[in-house]
């Protein structure tokens, strides 16, 4: 999975192990990791080419060349941790970044193309929770849905796992959380049409990014048969899947259902 962690403050030179200006390594989770670090090596050449100032992601987002996965903490300004002149408000601070920011992210090409944007919050005030998380996606529902799904830090764990399969082992706690795929718009399926004279294509959209489908036929509604899979990396990125399933003879009937597996 290609991966950055996009930092405000930093200068991309070496591995931010310490705090510089208002870069606080707390907030930046890759530098403890012996992997990325070289085990706290500031000069190590991995880290310094996947945690990057945050600068670089306006370039990055109009090359069409930002990983699949971004990390991205502003800083100790800008993130609602510290009032700081001329507002000193540190939710005002923490708004206005994000009305600056986000706009940006969305109007790029990796956004468009079935991108999700998490906003996340660390801790609550005074306590552990509750604790706000903001999505933003076209395939996210919308329209003031609500569930009563109990979700935490682990979830986001979780999906991100589950969206990147690299799920064979979920990290601690993300074995036992709440994936966050409820919150997403279900699978839809577009009528289906007739191609040649001699086939069926059938084409469903909306397919939660990461997963495996199976599309499987039935002459009763009883008896299913799997006829395609998009065996993953296939179609992950377009989020469709489409085949072209033989006409029945007639006067048979056919259904069709998508299965997705956990």
């Not at 996947?50 to 990983?67: F, G, M, Q």
């Amino acid at each position: 999975v290609t991966w950055k962690s996009y930092q405000e403050d930093i200068s991309g030179t070496y591995v931010p192990l310490g705090s510089t200006n208002r870069y606080a390594p707390k907030h930046n989770p890759m530098v403890f990791f012996d992997d990325v670090t070289g085990t706290n090596n500031p000069a190590f050449p991995y880290g310094i080419a996947h945690i990057r100032p945050y600068s670089e992601l306006a370039t990055d987002l109009a090359n069409n060349t930002v990983p699949r996965y971004c990390f991205i903490t502003p800083n100790l300004c800008n993130d609602g941790h510290d009032p700081c002149p001329p507002q000193n408000d540190r939710i005002r601070q923490g708004d206005d970044w994000l009305a600056a920011e986000i706009p940006k992210i969305m109007n790029s090409a990796a956004y468009r193309n079935y991108g999700a944007i998490f906003i996340v919050w660390d801790e609550g005030l005074g306590s552990d929770g509750p604790i706000g998380m903001i999505v933003i996606s076209r395939l996210a529902r919308g329209g003031g849905y609500f569930n009563n799904v109990r979700y935490t830090h682990s979830s986001f764990l979780r999906t991100m796992q589950d969206i990147f399969g690299v799920n064979q082992n979920y990290i601690r706690d993300a074995a036992n959380a709440s994936d966050l795929f409820d919150v997403f718009s279900g699978i839809t399926f577009t009528p289906p049409t007739i191609v040649n004279g001699n086939s069926i294509r059938i084409t469903a959209t909306s397919l939660f990014p990461g997963k495996t489908h199976w599309l499987q036929s039935s002459a009763n509604l009883l008896t299913w048969t799997t006829i395609s899979t998009n065996i993953l990396p296939l179609d992950a990125t377009a989020n469709t899947f489409q085949i072209n399933d033989a006409l029945p003879p007639a006067p048979a009937t056919r259904f069709y259902r998508l299965l997705q597996l956990p």
